[in-house]
């Protein structure tokens, strides 16, 4: 009997214990999954561009009328009439001002009168000069009396010669009062209202007048630049080279002129030395006084490597590209960049022809992942025709 329950024990203690092992097994055991496969994403890719384009540097300028003159009261009166409107665009020998000319033109009917006198005085005396002068072939007179009367002949053309140089003196005043514009140009506003007396104590400032077509720009550049630069594509003191200007408002350089000046001093305080280009200014939007960017070509780099902006990316270590490799893998690319063209952006070092650097899906991926690459749109894996830039 007690063997019966001892078997009976042991036997439950075995199952207990299976049972107990059992479950232990299956709460602890990890469970057994097929593995996943995650899908290649696909990336748009593309290849550098080669390309010969023109190498610039970038100046701030200022705009200058090409010509300006100031128009001023050279004679003393009351301002009497206005003729023009303040800010308008006026031609060469428009009437701008008139000063009252009554006194000048008395001064200069005296000087007229003057002159008519002493002309009929000149006629008297060359008629007196031919009677004496038959009259001593009889000995009617004396020789001193033809000298005497040369003498007045002589001393009536002298007269006749003054009184011309007075007439033109006072005719000249006389024009002072009505006031021309010396150029074509824009007239300022007027600095003096009609009724106030001008010219009393100075020659009182009226107005100005600047053209506007065409305009200079001033900027000064280093003497560096011009030594490395500009005299080694044979820029001279009176060069024709192109360079381009763009407004604060504007994106880019689309104005286009002539750099015709470089000054021919250097200033020892700054180290810089000043140049001048002429631009068309057709529509005569561009005024004096204006800053102004300033984009002057140095040269020309053939092959350039180029790749589109949006492809650079930007961490901590500087900006570099992502590539796709032989193998279809993500690969890290640190570049280089140099100046932008249009959409694309110069890569000076890090990047070659032969590699592909991914345009769209850069947000999907990471350096050693596996891709699937697709050219974008036209882009071929082999290089475009090398082109020159289009400004």
């Known amino acids: 009997m007690k063997l019966t ?142 000298t005497t009367q040369k003498a007045e002949r002589d001393k009536a053309q002298a007269l006749v010669m003054a009184n011309k140089a007075a007439l033109a003196e006072t005719e000249l005043i006389l024009s002072y009062t009505r006031i021309h514009s010396p150029i074509e140009g824009r007239i300022s506003r007027r600095l003096v209202d009609v009724g106030n007396l001008v010219g009393a104590n100075e020659q009182t400032l009226l107005a100005t007048v600047v053209k506007l077509q065409p305009i200079y720009v001033n900027f000064d550049v280093s003497e560096r630049f011009l030594l490395e630069k500009l005299e080694k594509n044979s820029v001279s003191y009176q060069s024709t080279l192109k360079f381009h200007v763009g407004l604060q408002h504007e994106s880019g350089y689309p104005h286009e002129g002539i750099l015709n000046y470089v000054d021919n001093t250097v200033d020892a305080g700054t180290g810089t030395i000043l140049l001048r280009g002429e631009l068309p200014n057709a529509d005569k939007k561009i005024l004096p006084g204006m800053y102004v960017r300033v984009k002057v070509p140095v040269g020309e780099q053939a092959d350039a490597v180029l790749i589109n902006e949006k492809a650079l990316a930007t961490d901590i270590g500087g900006k570099y590209l992502l590539l796709v490799d032989q193998d279809s893998r993500v690969e890290r690319r640190p570049v280089q960049i140099g100046r932008q063209v249009g959409s694309m952006r110069v890569i000076t070092s890090g990047l070659t022809a032969d590699d592909t650097y991914i345009l769209k899906g850069l947000q999907f991926v990471f350096p050693g992942i596996e891709v699937s690459p697709q050219f974008a749109g036209a882009e071929q894996p082999e290089n475009p025709k090398p082109q020159e830039e289009s400004l």
């Open 5 to 146: 329950k001892t078997l009976f024990t042991v036997v439950s203690l075995l199952i207990i214990g299976g049972l107990g092992f059992g479950l232990f097994k299956l709460f602890t055991m990890k469970p057994t999954f097929p593995e996943a496969q995650m899908p290649t994403p696909t990336v748009v890719v593309a290849k550098p561009r080669l390309q010969t384009i023109t190498e610039y540097y970038e100046f701030i300028g200022t705009t200058a009328a090409i010509e300006e003159v100031e128009i001023r009261a050279r004679v003393q009166g009351y301002l009497q009439k206005l003729c023009f409107v303040d800010g308008a665009d006026i031609q060469k020998g428009d009437i701008l001002f008139e000063i009252e000319p009554e006194s000048f033109q008395a001064q200069r009917d005296r000087s007229y009168a003057l002159l008519k006198s002493s002309e009929a005085e000149l006629v008297r005396t060359e008629l007196d000069l031919r009677r004496v002068q038959e009259a001593v072939k009889t000995n009617a007179v004396s020789q001193q009396q033809v």
